[in-house]
């Protein structure tokens, strides 16, 4: 059997059989491409058949569209890789145990990919992983060096979430949910923020902060920590990830900064090593010099509105400067970069509006994509908004109501999640009557249909409809632009 924390690909004999259970999820459809890519013969099930299983199809991956215990008789596998929300008692897993199979989370496969690439760079934090990470990405690729990528979400470049490139390099995104990402090992981690998510893994920022820092211990030694230099929960993830490392005796990987200006950073105690200048918006978009360590700039012109995406862009550019990406090929990257599938997607025209949809469903992340879609050219904006997960909902209750309060206009669905069976008494309907209660102006709407009605009664020329959340309520938009 092999060790999940320590195996490697190379550990699995070529031509080997592997199953996926739950093969349409964003993150399960890429790992199966990729193990595909690699030699092996890949199956996979999923309750429900979608574009992504019907292009697996097409590569040649067997797919069942039920998950029974027949399935695993059928296929036959060698190994099964799961993700969390398959339970023990799924007919699937019972059979694989009986077989005495050996069954992988998903969290320990991606984690074999880390340590079978010479060069990994993993992107983390809470919020702007799936940009920060496309970004690095094409910045390698314009540098000629072929990375393998693993995505969170759809980059039109790659027609899905993941790029077969190189033994030598692999980029991905690092997720902290359920401590997945303490089984990935990394050259160069990059960390862009800090904020208290996941609660029902977190009961406190404390419990985040700590396994950012347990996430730096899988560094690297002579690797690198690319990190935003002002936030301070970074610095205190770091200095407990140092203690850790003198305690051991180990060399500390370096930390290196980012930082929209030249002030002293909380992360290193000094000033950014990259940094933003001469920021300034045309109609909503950012142009900025990225200084490079050594002092070289380059002149950068983002497609994405947002001043979260310029840390974005510094993060990514340090990354790939570290990893041999040249100042041009950093440059041509980022303005070429029109972003990843749901994060500030503009679906297109509806009734004279623009249809943005974005998976900002944290109370912080929705205040950053609605500060920059008011930068962008509009009449007003209404905003749709879909929690995600009621724990998540119940414990930052307080932080959606002040950051969604603001909204000229706002309509809220009802919470979603699909791994919770108890609502905890928490509805989208409160945050809506607690900002009504302090003077906004918030309506809930627990039918889909009404929902849209009201769109059609509120909407004007020239507005922007941001529909914020997962991608429950995402797909909002591609009813209201079925061709975009």
Do not use: W
Request: charged share 25%; glycine share 8%.
């Amino acid at each position: 059997m092999l060790e999940p924390k320590s195996f490697t690909l190379k550990d699995i004999e070529r031509g080997a059989r592997i199953y996926f259970i739950g093969i349409g999820g964003i993150s399960m459809n890429g790992l199966a491409r990729l193990a595909k890519h690699a030699g092996f013969v890949v199956g996979g099930s999923d309750n429900h058949p979608s574009e992504r299983t019907a292009i697996l199809e097409e590569q040649g991956i067997k797919i069942y569209n039920s998950q029974v215990a027949a399935n695993i008789d059928d296929f036959k596998p060698d190994y099964l890789v799961k993700t969390a929300a398959i339970l023990p008692h799924n007919e699937e897993v019972k059979r694989a145990t009986e077989l005495s199979l050996q069954i992988f989370d998903r969290a320990e496969f991606l984690g074999a990919f880390t340590r079978t690439y010479n060069n990994v760079i993993n992107v983390s934090g809470t919020h702007g992983k799936t940009t920060t990470t496309s970004m690095i990405s094409l910045m390698m690729i314009e540098a000629g060096l072929d990375p393998t990528v693993h995505l969170g979400a759809d980059l039109d470049i790659f027609e899905g979430t993941v790029r077969a490139g190189s033994e030598n390099l692999l980029v991905s995104e690092a997720c902290e949910f359920n401590r997945s990402f303490l089984n990935f090992s990394s050259t160069t981690a990059v960390i862009t923020n800090i904020d208290h998510d996941h609660v029902d893994c977190y009961p406190t920022i404390e419990d985040v902060i700590d396994v950012f820092a347990r996430f730096v211990r899988l560094v690297n030694d002579e690797g690198y920590v690319v990190v935003s230099g002002h936030d301070k929960n970074i610095a205190k993830s770091l200095a407990e990830a140092k203690a850790f490392f003198d305690e051991a005796g180990r060399s500390f990987p370096q930390i290196v900064a980012c930082a929209t200006d030249g002030e002293i950073c909380e992360a290193t105690g000094r000033v950014a090593d990259f940094r933003a200048e001469n920021i300034l918006f045309k109609n909503g978009l950012p142009e900025f010099d990225i200084v490079l360590n050594g002092g070289e700039k380059i002149k950068v012109n983002l497609n994405i509105p947002g001043s979260h995406n310029i840390s974005n862009a510094l993060n990514a550019a340090a990354a790939a400067y570290l990893n041999g990406a040249a100042p041009e090929a950093i440059k041509n990257a980022l303005n070429g970069f029109n972003g990843a599938d749901g994060r500030y997607t503009v679906k297109g025209q509806y009734r004279g509006c623009d249809v943005v949809v974005d998976y900002a469903h944290h109370p912080t992340a929705a205040r950053a994509t609605i500060e920059a879609a008011s930068n962008m050219p509009h009449n007003d904006i209404l905003v749709v908004f879909q929690p995600l997960t009621f724990n998540r909902t119940k414990l930052l209750f307080e932080d959606y109501v002040t950051s969604l309060l603001p909204c000229k206009k706002i309509l809220f669905a009802e919470i979603f999640s699909d791994r919770e069976t108890d609502t905890l008494g928490i509805s989208s309907k409160h945050i809506a009557d607690e900002i009504n209660k302090r003077g906004g102006d918030a309506e809930f709407y627990e039918v889909r249909d009404d929902l849209k009605n009201r769109i059609d009664e509120l909407v004007k020329p020239g507005d922007i409809i941001l529909i914020l959340g997962p991608e429950d309520i995402r797909t909002l938009g591609d009813v209201l632009c079925p061709e975009g």
